[in-house]
């Protein structure tokens, strides 16, 4: 990652400056542009989009709405979810989301219950399914977006694979290696009876040329995925087949992108056991270019607690007009 120059980080200070007085002000907007502006001079600092939370959950509380994007072009075709899993319970939770963000539309559930590894589990479940549009996707996660289904197949149809958290730029065994700007994810978590919101990454809603996507959600066009295939031999266990798979693709010249607004919430931060450290040598003898040569960045997103479900998309439609074109500089 590169150090953000020492003019960069004083007018970010600055620009910080000015949001929280536009903040005390209570001028949510005004203190949103100079929060924006801070956040992409110093994009590791997440002070700055912890305030845009916090703007954008006031300006809903106030009962405004952001504008919405124009609509786009959806890729057609039936949607396949393959999810690996051997928790009754888990599978049960989120097909009633699959079930509520999926009716009317043409699509099915695939689960693997007897995964030998995740790429093995994926390739048999590719291999099942039948839509051109395929979701591989961990169990533990949930859909805080109403817009699900139409946000997938418009990302799906300018692109070959999303993920809903991933980085521009590879630079070691974990995909947030790189640190900002480099990295972006809205992946929000469970927390008691709420939700923690979480907030990485400053330059869009949309990430294009994606060098690796993190695993707990995948989709990808039939053709797309049965081109690159699943080294199940390699990685046989439960790590590093979301980056092997998503650096191959960019490799392949194929549409890769990181699609924030899928929306997601996941009960799982990562385990980076022994295990891990197994797979990861594999990985990097697979790629020696990827050997590291800084130390992994610190991922710091920006977090705000949330209580209400249905405050979350709302205040994420803020964000995303914000980190968009619309905003005046």
Known sequence: MTEPAAADRARAA????????????GNWMLAAQH??????????????????LECAARLVGRGQSAPRPPPAARASGAISIVVCSIDPARLARLRVDLDRELA??????????????????????LARSRGELVVL??????????????RLRERLATH??????GTDRLTGPKWFWSGPPHTASWVCEPLNTGWLLGLLGSRGVVIDGAQALDGLFL????AALLELGFDSQTFDGFHFYDLDLSWR??????????????????????????SWQHYAQRFIQKFPDLAPTTPC???????????????????FDWIGHWLGPALPD
Not at 249 to 270: E, F, I, K, N, T
């Open 160 to 165: 070959d694979l999303v993920g809903a958290a």
């Open 14 to 25: 600055q620009a910080l400056q000015h949001g929280v007085a536009a903040g005390r002000g």
């Open 219 to 222: 989709a990808g066009r039939r």
């Open 249 to 274: 693709a960019h490799r392949a010249g194929l549409r890769c992108a990181v699609a924030l607004d899928l929306l997601l919430w996941h009960a799982s931060g990562g385990n980076f056991a022994g």
């Open 35 to 52: 929060l924006r502006d801070a956040w992409r001079a110093d994009p590791a600092q997440p002070l700055a989009a912890q305030g845009l």
């Open 104 to 125: 009317g539309e043409d699509w099915e559930l695939v689960h693997v219950e007897d995964a030998r590894s995740l790429n093995d589990g994926y390739g048999r479940g």
């Open 137 to 150: 996707c961990h169990d533990d996660i949930g859909i805080l977006t109403r817009r699900f289904a139409a």
């Open 297 to 315: 960045a610190a991922y710091r997103p920006g977090t705000m607690y949330c209580a209400e479900e249905t405050l979350i998309e709302p205040i």
